[in-house]
């Protein structure tokens, strides 16, 4: 990776020389973050990188958001979507960090960060979840995945939470019904049945199928 291509410019466009060359040192070759949330499925050698680096964004590339920067923090958290960072502590905090960052992170990297920890999470962090979607319902839609991580947890306190949303994140608390196998329910789901949503109408004929009387 001696010879860049000219597209590439160090402190431009998401490309910085130091990631590059950390992530190489680990055997993962690439001139972007993006190179990879775009490419690769699984990167468990990158990933106390990536913490890292989110972890020290503003103290590494100083100064007000850029462009530049935007691309590699978003890069940053798409790379932590990643089965090899489930449950770990050092990743989960440091996207709970941007979720709570002030100013907000744009809407598109907000669904990028809630995404990746409703992957990674496991149900030991029900509780932070929990708060998390509070804080977040009202940015919308953003609050969905964290909603359908409730499937993992199996618990009437969780159960309890889905149900809240279900008249307004639907689609989500009906995933999170049918993963966590929620009793007594059916009922509360049946309306869906017909609703005017077909993705919604779909899980609700899901929940018809699966989840006990």
């Keep these: 990776m001696e010879h860049l291509p000219a597209r590439y410019k160090d402190g431009q466009r998401g490309f910085d020389r130091r990631i590059m060359e950390e992530l190489a040192a680990v055997g993962v070759p690439c001139y972007t973050l993006g190179d990879l949330s ?3 499925r699984t990167i468990p050698q990158g990933i106390p990188i990536f913490i890292d680096w989110l972890t020290h964004l503003e103290e590494r590339i100083p100064g007000p ?7 590699i923090r978003a890069g940053l958290i798409r790379n932590l979507n ?3 960072a489930r449950g770990n502590s050092a990743a989960i905090e440091a996207l709970v960090a941007q979720l709570r960052r002030q100013p907000p992170m744009r809407s598109g990297l907000i669904g990028y960060a809630t995404v990746a920890l409703a992957r990674i999470a496991t149900k030991r962090d ?6 998390l979607i509070d804080e977040l319902r009202p940015q919308g839609a953003a609050a969905g995945p964290l909603i359908e991580y409730l499937g993992k947890v199996k618990t009437d306190e969780a159960r309890d939470l889905a149900l809240r949303f279900l008249d307004t994140f639907t689609y989500f608390s009906i995933r999170a019904l049918i993963q ?3 009793h007594g329910v059916r009922a509360r789901i049946e309306p ?5 949503d077909a993705s919604i109408r779909k899980e609700a004929r899901r929940a018809m199928e699966r989840l006990p009387e």
């Design 65 to 71: 958001e850029t462009p530049h920067r935007e691309s």
């Design 192 to 196: 869906y049945l017909t609703h005017s």
């Design 126 to 131: 029900f509780a932070l979840i929990a708060e």
């Design 180 to 182: 966590m196998k929620a």
């Design 82 to 84: 990643d089965l090899a």
């Design 38 to 40: 775009n490419r690769v």
